[in-house]
């Protein structure tokens, strides 16, 4: 039986991959079978919820402190009352940097383990294998790290930037710096893939030369010729899309060919404070990063939640984007769950629309629609400490455009 289980997680993994970029349809179902029953108990006094994250492999560098975040953040809920009076009881998995294996996790997590929802993923891969699971059974995953945009699903809320609220703004803050040629480096899966699609689709409307575009596979560590490439192409800027360790030894072999921030700028959407310690701060100092949060934000909020990090975890710990949409990510569940009185999935995505949370990055809204939420676009600059300052701001929340409708330049991505 076990063996027919995965056998099927497999299956569905295969049509994940080849659906890269896809619309999926407004029951988020494309059409399958009905989704089997819910063994979630509502009984007693206590839900379970699911924590599905990289614990090892490539990935580890930048998903432990998700874990991390994911786990304070049911701690309070739970020294608070709870949700709807029962206490979370969380049930953690390793996604282990690979796909198949979050696949098959979370079909655990939603059929053995019986959890209310699931929260994690951070590659779009990951993402992509879990999203027919999650539809299958008609479960949640909330997803908390940016993304390369074109999808939407009534099973995933989205709590990380979708394309028009980082990739865009990025690039638009190139062009206003006087960037008018660009090399694409990235790892070589779904999401660096296809957002430098979208790259090249705003490059060619905004009069900007493509120079280059390489891939490497993820956990790649030899980038001599890579840096090799981007030296000899003398482009105005990187764009980064690399994920996870590789970033090390990409910025270590940058450095060492003589290449500056100054000279020639690498603007990164997956490199965070978490990532910069282990990259070297030497090795990164000057570089830009878009994200939407950054451990500096000047807000009550915010300094309550890096300092009840710190008070957990340790006072060397940094806090991120992707851990702090995380946090966000469940407490806008226990808001669902509250405004819906249920646990029920049908009643959480009635009442997700509108539902808001004074989150550390700011107030955020979920968006009923296409579940992604509202956020405010930062460039920022890392600095010799080791953090990351603001350089540029939207000044306000973007409104979630995951299919890019309102920019005529990206009419032919989501087709």
């Given at each position: 039986m076990r063996r027919t289980a995965v056998t099927a997680v497999f299956l569905s993994l295969g049509l994940a991959l080849t659906a890269c970029g896809s619309r999926v349809d407004s029951a988020g179902t494309g059409g399958s079978a009905p989704a089997a029953a819910s063994c979630?108990?509502?009984?007693?006094?206590s839900i379970k919820i699911g924590f599905l994250n990289s614990r090892s492999g490539t990935m580890a560098i930048s998903e432990n402190t998700v874990y991390n975040s994911l786990k304070m953040a049911s701690d309070e809920i739970n020294a608070?009352?709870?949700?709807?009076?029962?206490?979370?009881?969380?049930?953690?998995?390793?996604?282990?940097?690979?796909?198949?294996?979050?696949?098959?996790?979370?079909?655990?997590?939603?059929r053995s383990d019986c959890t209310a929802a699931v929260f994690g993923g951070w590659t779009s891969s990951s993402r992509k294998a879990m999203l027919p699971v999650f539809e299958g059974n008609n479960a949640l995953l909330f997803y908390p790290v940016q993304y390369e945009g074109l999808e939407s699903s009534k099973n995933i809320f989205y709590t990380g930037a979708t394309t028009n609220q980082q990739i865009v703004p990025a690039l638009d803050y190139l062009k206003e710096k006087g960037a008018k040629s660009l090399f694409l480096v990235g790892s070589d899966y779904v999401f660096p893939q296809t957002a430098n699609k979208i790259i090249k689709a705003y490059a060619?409307?905004?009069?900007?030369?493509?120079?280059?575009?390489?891939?490497?596979?993820?956990?790649?560590?030899d980038f001599s010729t890579i840096v090799s490439k981007v030296k000899s192409a003398d482009a105005d800027a990187v764009f980064n899309t690399l994920n996870g360790d590789s970033n090390v030894a990409f910025f270590k072999e940058y450095k060492n060919a003589g290449l500056t921030a100054d000279a020639m700028p690498v603007l990164s959407v997956s490199i965070a404070e978490e990532e910069v310690g282990g990259i070297g701060v030497d090795n990164i100092v000057g570089q830009p990063v878009a994200w939407n949060y950054y451990e500096t934000i000047d807000t009550p909020e915010n300094k309550k939640f890096v300092q009840d990090f710190k008070t957990v975890y340790g006072a060397d710990k940094v806090t991120s984007d992707p851990m702090e949409a995380a946090y966000t990510s469940l407490y806008l569940w226990k808001g669902m769950v509250e405004k819906a009185n249920s646990f029920?999935?049908?009643?959480?995505?009635?009442a997700a629309g509108g539902v808001t949370f004074a989150a550390p990055e700011g107030t955020v809204t979920v968006n009923g629609d296409n579940h992604h939420i509202a956020k405010t676009a930062l460039i920022g600059k890392i600095a010799q400490d080791g953090l990351i300052y603001t350089d540029w701001s939207s000044g306000k929340p973007i409104e979630p455009d995951?299919?890019?409708?309102?920019?005529p330049w990206a009419s032919s991505l989501s087709s």
């Amino acid at each position: 039986m076990r063996r027919t289980a995965v056998t099927a997680v497999f299956l569905s993994l295969g049509l994940a991959l080849t659906a890269c970029g896809s619309r999926v349809d407004s029951a988020g179902t494309g059409g399958s079978a009905p989704a089997a029953a819910s063994c979630v108990d509502t009984s007693g006094s206590s839900i379970k919820i699911g924590f599905l994250n990289s614990r090892s492999g490539t990935m580890a560098i930048s998903e432990n402190t998700v874990y991390n975040s994911l786990k304070m953040a049911s701690d309070e809920i739970n020294a608070a009352g709870g949700v709807l009076g029962k206490q979370l009881t969380v049930v953690a998995e390793d996604g282990a940097s690979e796909p198949t294996v979050f696949a098959e996790k979370a079909q655990k997590l939603i059929r053995s383990d019986c959890t209310a929802a699931v929260f994690g993923g951070w590659t779009s891969s990951s993402r992509k294998a879990m999203l027919p699971v999650f539809e299958g059974n008609n479960a949640l995953l909330f997803y908390p790290v940016q993304y390369e945009g074109l999808e939407s699903s009534k099973n995933i809320f989205y709590t990380g930037a979708t394309t028009n609220q980082q990739i865009v703004p990025a690039l638009d803050y190139l062009k206003e710096k006087g960037a008018k040629s660009l090399f694409l480096v990235g790892s070589d899966y779904v999401f660096p893939q296809t957002a430098n699609k979208i790259i090249k689709a705003y490059a060619a409307a905004n009069g900007m030369e493509i120079k280059g575009e390489e891939y490497a596979p993820l956990g790649y560590t030899d980038f001599s010729t890579i840096v090799s490439k981007v030296k000899s192409a003398d482009a105005d800027a990187v764009f980064n899309t690399l994920n996870g360790d590789s970033n090390v030894a990409f910025f270590k072999e940058y450095k060492n060919a003589g290449l500056t921030a100054d000279a020639m700028p690498v603007l990164s959407v997956s490199i965070a404070e978490e990532e910069v310690g282990g990259i070297g701060v030497d090795n990164i100092v000057g570089q830009p990063v878009a994200w939407n949060y950054y451990e500096t934000i000047d807000t009550p909020e915010n300094k309550k939640f890096v300092q009840d990090f710190k008070t957990v975890y340790g006072a060397d710990k940094v806090t991120s984007d992707p851990m702090e949409a995380a946090y966000t990510s469940l407490y806008l569940w226990k808001g669902m769950v509250e405004k819906a009185n249920s646990f029920a999935v049908p009643d959480i995505q009635a009442a997700a629309g509108g539902v808001t949370f004074a989150a550390p990055e700011g107030t955020v809204t979920v968006n009923g629609d296409n579940h992604h939420i509202a956020k405010t676009a930062l460039i920022g600059k890392i600095a010799q400490d080791g953090l990351i300052y603001t350089d540029w701001s939207s000044g306000k929340p973007i409104e979630p455009d995951p299919y890019l409708k309102t920019y005529p330049w990206a009419s032919s991505l989501s087709s």
